[in-house]
């Protein structure tokens, strides 16, 4: 469950570098993101809702 992609997401540039997806050089290795949320009116508005924490338990 919740695997990461072995390949990037080429259209999608992301910076969230606490997220489980997250992948150095900005790249997201989510099979698929979605983005929320409906009748945002600015880019402010607008998050990743597939965003995961990473798992901090090898620390
Ligand atoms: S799932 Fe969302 S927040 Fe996480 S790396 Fe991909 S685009 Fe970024």
Redesign the pocket.
């Known amino acids: 469950m919740d695997q990461k992609n072995h390949e990037h997401?080429p259209g999608?540039k992301?910076l969230?570098n606490t997220?489980?997806?997250?992948?150095q050089g900005d790249h997201?290795?989510?099979p698929k993101?979605e983005v929320q949320h409906r009748n945002a009116t600015s880019s402010k508005e607008t998050d990743?809702a597939?965003?995961?924490p990473q798992n901090q338990s090898m620390s």
């Open positions: 997401n999608v992301c969230v997220c489980h997806y997250y992948c997201c290795d989510a993101i990743c597939t965003f995961k």
